[in-house]
């Protein structure tokens, strides 16, 4: 059964005021448009869960979707600060944002336990760690078997909506991703609904070929995506490099609420949807972006007779 939509009726559908909504994602296949599109839609009172996050969310917490973040690093990578979020964090401006903290590993076992259905996840890394001391969901805890070791243990983190980008998907949410993994498969398999965007939508027979690249399986995505770009001003391996020069002037535009809210007018609300967002920054842009051929070796599965 197709489960191809738009990113608009996606996002309609699928994310609601409130919710808990992971966008993950490791250095490349970050969903910006995903991002824009929650915005342009004018969620409100979301929590942000994510590994590492960066400008999309400091773009997010700037349009006023989100009351949390639960994380375990954020910053403009390479740049600095996320100013966005350090103006609601240090002076409440214009409104307070609730901050919950974890190690990166501590963020990917929130995740492991939820998918396995766990209560807790016990962590051995949270020992000369001053985290523990700031959020009071890590919790120490004496082994119940003979030699006693304590660890430190964390609850289950269970997005409403993970949102997953991916290199191809076929129909039905089949998602194949290769370079850099995060945690992309441990938070759609935590979460109560699963959006994955692609750059292209493949037939099934080209993701039965190559199937150890599949990383979320159709049968937990509610809806697929095919939004070339979508990570942009991320990258996604093979298709286009990182435009760090956006990284550059993003702290620029997000030290002035008012710079960055001319830049949400003009680039998220003042257009349709992500393929106006590509048409408007030009070929020439997207053809600076394209990576060099790096072809990966093939192997031969083999067929019974």
Not at 6 to 20: H, I, Q
Not at 156 to 176: C, F, K, S
Not at 231 to 247: I, K, L, V
Not at 252 to 265: F, H, M, N, V, Y
């Amino acid at each position: 059964m197709s489960k191809v939509t738009t990113m608009r009726d996606a996002v309609a559908e699928l994310v609601r005021d409130g919710d808990t909504v992971a966008i993950e994602g490791f250095t490349h296949l970050i969903c910006f448009a995903a991002g824009h599109e929650i915005i342009r839609q004018r969620r409100r009172d979301l929590t942000l869960a994510r590994m590492t996050p960066d400008v999309i969310y400091d773009q997010m917490v700037g349009a006023g979707v989100a009351r949390k973040l639960i994380f375990s690093w954020l910053g403009n990578p390479g740049v600095g600060s996320l100013h966005a979020v350090r103006r609601r964090v240090e002076q409440a401006d214009p409104e307070p944002l609730e901050l919950e903290e974890y190690s990166h590993f501590g963020m990917v076992c929130r995740y492991m336990a939820a998918a396995a259905n766990l209560p807790f996840f016990p962590i051995r890394s949270y020992y000369e760690s001053d985290i523990p001391r700031v959020n009071p969901k890590i919790v120490p805890m004496r082994s119940p078997y003979e030699d006693g070791t304590e660890v430190y243990v964390v609850p289950p983190l269970r997005p409403d909506v993970a949102i997953v980008h991916a290199q191809r998907a076929d129909a039905e949410g089949n998602a194949q991703i290769w370079g850099l993994l995060g945690c992309q498969k441990e938070a759609a398999f935590a979460a109560e609904r699963v959006i994955v965007v692609c750059e292209e939508l493949v037939e099934e027979a080209t993701i039965r070929k190559d199937p150890n690249r599949t990383l979320i399986p159709g049968v937990i995505v509610d809806a697929v995506v095919e939004e070339p770009f979508a990570c942009h001003p991320s990258f996604a391996q093979g298709y286009y490099d990182r435009d760090n020069a956006f990284y550059l002037a993003w702290d620029r535009i997000a030290r002035d609420p008012e710079t960055l809210q001319g830049w949400l007018d003009e680039w998220v609300y003042g257009l349709a949807n992500h393929a106006e967002y590509v048409q408007k920054w030009g070929d020439a842009h997207w053809e600076r972006l394209r990576p060099e051929p790096a072809p990966s070796g093939e192997v031969d599965y083999g067929r019974y007779r």
